[in-house]
Nanobody, 125 residues
Framework: QVQLVESGGGLVQAGGSLRLSCAAS????????MGWFRQAPGKEREFVAG????????SYADSVKGRFTISRDITKNTVDLQMNSLKPEDTAVYYC??????????????????WGQGTQVTVSS
């Protein structure tokens, strides 16, 4: 079992940056893929970024590619999301996520095993 706790959300103006952090605890952290989803008001939860259990593979949603960077430190049991050039449409609750398969190919809400509690990110115009 894996427990996930996010931090780093907040309010930022468009064009600004935020760094989200997720601390993981539990069994065999390195075996799980780790990533981030987000859910805007009235919208379905969507995949944002993911990193494989080995930490060598990454995947990004087209909407954040080139602006967001996911990083994972296996030794510290953390996964971060650096968000740059933020836009109002990035406003959402961001959730740290994990799944038992270590690969990140076609990662969806349905295939997610564990969720953090979510952290609010609000980007003003």
């Amino acid at each position: 079992q894996v427990q996930l706790v996010e931090s780093g959300g907040g309010l930022v103006q468009a064009g600004g940056s935020l760094r989200l952090s997720c601390a993981a605890s539990g069994r065999t952290f390195s075996y799980y893929a780790m990533g981030w989803f987000r859910q805007a008001p009235g919208k379905e939860r969507e995949f944002v970024a993911g990193r494989s259990g080995s930490g060598t593979s990454t995947s990004y949603a087209d909407s954040v590619k080139g602006r967001f960077t996911i990083s994972r430190d296996i030794t510290k049991n953390t996964v971060d999301l650096q968000m740059n050039s933020l836009k109002p449409e990035d406003t959402a609750v961001y959730y740290c996520a994990s799944r038992s398969p270590s690969y990140i190919s076609r990662w969806s809400v349905a295939s997610t095993d564990y969720w953090g509690q979510g952290t609010q990110v609000t980007v003003s115009s």
